[in-house]
């Protein structure tokens, strides 16, 4: 079963918002960005796998080198990313650097199958939250695992002026080529091939940022 973020239905009151998805991807593809928008230091095109941009956040420390996942065995020492000062703002940027920070989270928990984390930063409304938790508990029962499938983000555009009472953003997410290994070392499954698509984040702030929904635009 896959383990990426899931596609979804765009209800009628969001197809201005997978409209706007589509000029997202044209900015993208021409190396700019659209009005509004704010990017990382490069901005790849959507249509092919692109360099990964900066890390959103800090990481947490750990002790001993970083060693990524393999045919071998899992990852170690995996970096945890800590939430930045503005992520916790009820602002545009706090929204950016929210959002950032949740693919962040959900890179590591694929990495490490540790979702402690991504659990607290959606609302129990959001299915697709709780599918992606599922999916990646299960690559990791029994003693199974995973290697690849890092996250990174590019280009980002929130709709509209008003962060009430939910905000709806889009963002191109890419994501490294996932292997699925079971407890012994043999390939539990075919491997996924890498992906860059532009997503669609709904969030709301009721104290703190909270994922909503989400999926990729179609």
Same mark, same amino acid.
């Given at each position: 079963?896959?383990?990426?973020?899931?596609?979804?239905? !765009?209800? $009628? &009151?969001?197809?201005?918002?997978?409209?706007?998805?589509? %000029?997202?991807?044209?900015?993208? /593809?021409?190396? @700019?960005?659209?009005?509004?928008?704010?990017?990382?230091?490069?901005?790849?095109?959507?249509?092919?796998?692109?360099?990964?941009?900066?890390?959103?956040?800090?990481?947490?420390?750990?002790?001993?080198?970083?060693?990524?996942?393999?045919?071998?065995?899992?990852?170690?020492?995996?970096?945890?990313?800590?939430?930045?000062?503005?992520?916790?703002?009820?602002?545009?940027?706090?929204?950016?650097?929210?959002?950032?920070?949740?693919?962040? !989270?959900? $890179? &590591?928990?694929?990495?490490?199958?540790?979702?402690?984390? %991504?659990?607290?930063?959606?609302? /129990?409304?959001? @299915?697709?939250?709780?599918?992606?938790?599922?999916?990646?508990?299960?690559?990791?029962?029994?003693?199974?695992?995973?290697?690849?499938?890092?996250?990174?983000?590019?280009?980002?555009?929130?709709?509209?002026?008003?962060?009430?009472?939910?905000?709806?953003?889009?963002?191109?997410?890419?994501?490294?080529?996932?292997?699925?290994?079971?407890?012994?070392?043999?390939?539990?499954?075919?491997?996924?091939?890498?992906?860059?698509?532009?997503?669609?984040?709904?969030?709301?702030?009721?104290?703190?940022?909270?994922?909503?929904?989400?999926?990729?635009?179609?």
């Amino acid at each position: 079963m896959p383990r990426r973020f899931p596609s979804f239905s !765009v209800p $009628s &009151y969001l197809l201005a918002a997978a409209v706007a998805g589509a %000029l997202l991807l044209a900015g993208c /593809s021409s190396g @700019g960005a659209p009005s509004g928008t704010t990017t990382t230091t490069a901005t790849p095109t959507v249509s092919a796998p692109a360099s990964p941009s900066e890390s959103p956040s800090p990481v947490g420390s750990t002790t001993g080198a970083y060693k990524p996942a393999d045919a071998k065995g899992r990852a170690e020492n995996v970096p945890v990313p800590v939430m930045p000062a503005a992520a916790r703002e009820n602002t545009k940027e706090g929204l950016e650097a929210f959002i950032r920070y949740w693919y962040a !989270v959900k $890179s &590591y928990a694929n990495e490490t199958g540790d979702v402690q984390t %991504l659990r607290s930063l959606h609302t /129990s409304e959001c @299915g697709v939250c709780t599918h992606m938790v599922e999916l990646t508990l299960e690559s990791y029962e029994s003693g199974r695992w995973i290697s690849g499938g890092k996250l990174s983000t590019g280009a980002f555009l929130i709709e509209g002026e008003s962060l009430v009472p939910h905000s709806h953003a889009r963002i191109q997410v890419m994501q490294d080529e996932i292997h699925y290994y079971n407890a012994n070392g043999s390939e539990g499954r075919p491997s996924d091939a890498a992906t860059n698509d532009v997503f669609l984040v709904i969030a709301a702030f009721e104290g703190e940022w909270k994922v909503t929904q989400s999926g990729v635009l179609r």
